[in-house]
């Protein structure tokens, strides 16, 4: 486990601060003008494509590729151009470096953050043996929990990266096909959940298979994902081609990419298979990542109460071992591709990842801070996951993914 | 019923012609050079990326918007500049007419065709009636052929853009897990098929639930689509998420987007609906069109065989519908989304759009043109999907979609 590395930007050695030098996560921000990349530093951004114009850092020296508003161009470069900027930019931020790039950095305070990246497509894994158990307890009893596929395939399911918001965007309540007392409606969702999810994102193009191995070194990085899903209009609609509207309304990201090669000292296993994998699936080295995450509620006007407390390393499947099956059938991929871990839930009652889980299909209602229940959201509750891996003396954070539900349009 | 608009360029007025000046489609093609936008007329291209340089017909007076390789800022223009760009086409190809347009013109038989369109993301739906009772009948019994969710929606899952591929792209057999007699293998697939569909594609941005009657204003037109699926790797994944990988390895489309407003004259009802319909998914008026529709499998050195008649009037919710209902939860729409009919069947054996269906799951091969069987597709088996609405005395015909099955990549 490595040590801090210490910045003349003093805020990035701060015990606690989400972005010391050993973070640099890539992000869009703007402060009144047009969209910018930037990277987080302490409690400020530093102007990447400021500095790419000036000519003091260029991750490309024959094109500019931080002047589109979102970093695809620069991940398309490639994991050696991935690893010399980043050199670069530790070069520059480092205790001791001349401080000759302190023009280009912002306040984080008084800027607003937009979407990091364009998502090319969005694909939604079930990859928590305790979240796919308990939601395969409630639809379909004990016995038959786990689907006989799942031991053996990261199982998922085609989204739509149109729905991919940023954090602090406002989620409407959705309409759909309800069942209601007097019959079939369309009506407001009355089970509107979050879902504590882990987004990892394709930073290389493809075209056949790829191996465990392979996929790996194609990701660029990773963002906290909630998918947003309207328990009542998936349960009617999900059977037998999957979910579609139920999950349609909003997917939120937070607002900054934390990069594969800043998680690298953070890698571990993944729980040991229960049954042997298939070749293509195993990973040849550990290949999941230690990463605390919480899912926080916060009703309108009243106190964030923890929801869920668990880990990334709970997750069955690695992102790698799902990009891996994702190309088996020799689907292309493509740079801004958005993988979801799938809700990750540890096996305790506090470390669910959805309200489907907490309050187990809405039976046992959970009892806020204050005494007000939730079986599902409220409009007006904002839920906030925020995620991080432990170092020594420091750590790496992800930044909020929030988002506030607001009343069905009439 | 409509007759035949005469044009100067002769090919366009013999029978049978598939792209009189009654359709004039849009298409991409090359000829060695770079690739331009192109109308068909007859057996020609009109090279509209030419004219609209030239400055002869221009879709938007302030912006190029044929320079690009597709056709999708033209779409973004909207309803009036369509309908303003074909009257101007029409001007320019109809019999008296000048010919000064002349010399764009390029033979249809030099060009090598590209994809008309970016896909911005694809939905794939299931809205044939005897489709869907074919294949439940075959997975869940005759009782429970139609889920309950049926008859009151229509049923469609996320596809995956990056595999649609134009007409003329070969087709690799896929790998993926299948079950053989010795248990999970990850091995070739042995159960590829073709599936005969067509699909709709959105010509302009949404961000809320839109009526049947916006959404089949915000079509811009339809192509032929072959969603080639693997069988035995859909059968294992599907439950519960729905078709992932057995779907990703391509989907080929015809070349040519022959526009609603070409069709306009062919509009038709869907069939009566066996039960009520919600409100947000009743047409305000016929919103499906009469397009026979045809699949022809040619072994490889072998003889043409027709394995499938039908039409797209069998289709139980029109594209206008199943747009609605996309948009229903809030899903955000963008210009080159492509929506899927989902396979069409109609009752009888030769109607049937698949070869699951066609052979009831493999266990009723047929025998085609020379005495060779087929329960799926074999390497070199080349499937043709065509298809044309009949006017007087004129047809609007959608080009071949075509692709060659290829064997497993060792």
């Not at 001791?96 to 939604?124: I, K």
């Not at 965007?169 to 959940?193: C, K, M, N, V, Y």
């Not at 998918?227 to 009542?232: N, Q």
């Not at 979910?243 to 890698?267: M, Y």
């Amino acid at each position: 486990m490595s040590d801090l590395r210490r910045s003349w930007v003093e805020s990035a050695n701060a015990p606690g601060c989400a972005f010391p030098l050993n973070n640099l996560p890539y992000g869009v921000f703007s402060v009144g003008g047009r969209r910018r990349c930037g990277v987080a530093i302490g409690d400020m951004i530093l102007d990447a494509t400021g500095l790419e114009a000036a000519g003091i850092l260029r991750p490309d020296p024959d094109q500019d590729v931080l002047q589109a508003p979102g970093w695809n161009p620069f991940m398309a470069l490639g994991k050696p151009a991935w690893s010399a900027y980043r050199a670069g930019l530790v070069a520059l931020l480092s205790d001791g470096a001349d401080e000759a790039v302190r023009p280009y950095l912002v306040s984080l305070a008084d800027a607003t953050l937009h979407m990091p990246f364009h998502v090319s497509e969005f694909t939604d894994f079930y990859a928590s043996r305790h979240h796919a158990t308990h939601v395969g307890t409630m639809f379909r009893g004990a016995e038959h929990a786990l689907p006989p596929n799942w031991l053996h395939m990261p199982i998922g399911y085609n989204g739509r990266a149109s729905s991919v918001v940023v954090s602090g965007t406002d989620i409407i309540r959705p309409h759909g096909q309800i069942i209601g007392d007097d019959g079939l409606l369309f009506a407001p969702s009355e089970r509107f959940d979050f879902e504590l999810e882990m987004g990892a994102i394709v930073g290389q193009p493809s075209r056949g298979p790829l191996s465990v191995a392979q996929a790996f070194e194609n990701i660029f990085g990773y963002v906290l994902l909630n998918d947003w899903s309207a328990r009542d209009i998936q349960a009617w609609e999900y059977q037998p081609l999957g979910p579609f509207q139920g999950k349609a309304t909003a997917t939120s990201i937070s607002p900054w990419i934390v990069t594969a090669e800043a998680l690298e000292v953070f890698r571990c296993e993944t729980p040991a298979p229960e049954r042997p994998l298939l070749d293509y699936l195993r990973p040849p080295a550990p290949m999941l990542y230690d990463i605390a995450l919480e899912a926080v509620l916060t009703p309108e006007g009243g106190e964030a109460c923890i929801m869920t407390r668990t880990n990334l390393n709970e997750i069955y499947y690695s992102s790698a071992q799902q990009l891996a099956h994702h190309t088996s059938s020799g689907c292309p991929m493509r740079v801004g591709d958005l993988l979801g871990s799938g809700t990750i839930s540890g096996p305790e009652q506090g470390a669910r990842g959805s309200m489907l889980e907490l309050t187990w299909g809405g039976a046992q209602p959970l009892t806020l801070e204050g005494g007000a229940e939730r079986s599902f959201l409220d409009d007006g509750d904002r839920v906030t996951l925020s995620g991080f891996a432990q170092g020594n003396g420091f750590c790496v954070g992800f930044g909020d993914c929030t988002g506030t539900l607001r009343g069905a349009r009439v």
